[in-house]
């Protein structure tokens, strides 16, 4: 039986009894409607209960973006460049040192495989054995290699087959450079002298380089005068002239008056700058009122040249002017013929050697001979003197010709 409840509410429903205690209300879960401007709610999918905590939202960064270049005539001063690395002293120095350095390695290489060889020194059966200090065979000969008719005539080097034919040699010279310190020796051969030459009997020293060239002249003067060549250098008639124009002449100071009456070449006494024709006359003149002893004096004029022409090459204002340097780096391999075993620093190492024939730091002298043709050398002073360089002793005053 269903009781009701019949009051003023005209017979409504009562209320439902309430659940028992201790067990949870059911509450119904708040929605919340999203705010204008914060984007998209947390709740769009699904509502969250009231009272946890909404997570926060941050939108993504805007890209990076380089800040504008400023106009270049906005009126501020231009940025300052950065600072350039300033070289010190030290360091300049040692990068022209390196410069330095390069170029002579590159002259010493240029020169080393440009000079011309010849197989000039070489053993044999009763050879000299090597004895003290360095000993140079130096020739000049009468080639006329390289040169044309009109240099030959300027040159006045007169007709090969008047002077017999092939090649002579006019300048026959050791040179002695000791291992203490005994001066260098500059010794002459002259041409004429009375040798025997192997294989050939007793003839003229200078035939010997005629009749089988450099290899029988450097044997004959081992044989003659019991020395040991080391090295060998020979300069030709164009050359020799060619070396003197690169470097401008060579400044000689003549005592008289020289004209010879077979070349026509005439030089006037005083100091004077000499050209490659000049100095060619005045190393090869002997038929001259100024050379009496005939090649006893252009053996004597032939050593001064040379001391004179190795002293300028030396210097300062030729190695430095760049007007005489590059000649005579571009001459001197056709003028110069070297052994096949010499190099270049051997040939730096004579002329460092001879550079004190003018101001007497070299001994320069003449085989000596019994007269004034010069074809006998006398035995006793010859001896002594080849003794002296063989055992680089000085050489005594009594056996220096001059």
Known sequence: MVMTYRGDDGGRRMPPPRPPAGRPRDHQRAQMMPLPGR???????RTRPMGTREPEYAPPPPPRQDPPRRPVDDGYPPSRPPRRRRWSFGKVLGALVLVF??????????????????DALADYSGRPVAESGTNWLIVGSDSREGL????????????????????????????????????????????????SIPG?????????????????????VEGATGLHIDHYAEIGFGGFAKIV????????????????????????????????????????MRHSAATPRSDLDRVANQRKFIGALVSQIASPGTLLNPFDFFPLLSSAPDALTMDSGDHVHNLAGLAMAMRGISSGGVVTTTVPVTSGSAENWDKAKSKQLFDALKNDTAVPDSVIVN
Not at 205 to 218: D, E, T, V, Y
Not at 252 to 265: A, H, L, Q, S, V
Request: charged share 25%; aromatic share 6%; glycine share 12%.
């Open 39 to 45: 984007g998209r709610s947390p709740y769009d999918e």
């Open 101 to 118: 350095v390069v170029f002579l390695a590159g002259i010493w290489v240029y020169l080393e495989f440009s000079i011309k060889r010849v």
């Open 148 to 195: 044309t008719a009109e240099d030959e005539e300027r040159l006045a080097t007169g007709d090969v087959a008047a002077a017999g034919g092939g090649q002579r040699t006019d300048t026959i010279m050791v040179a002695h450079i000791p291992d203490n310190s005994t001066k260098p020796t500059l010794l002459s051969l002259p041409r004429d002298s009375q040798v």
């Open 200 to 220: 050939h009997g007793k003839n003229k020293i200078n035939a010997a380089f005629s009749i089988g060239g450099p290899k029988l002249l450097a044997q004959t």
């Open 245 to 284: 124009d690169a470097i401008g002449g060579v400044d000689m100071c003549i005592d008289k008056d020289m004209n010879d009456t077979m070349t026509g070449i005439s030089i006037k006494a005083g100091c004077q700058s000499l050209d490659g024709r000049s100095a060619l006359g005045f190393v090869r």
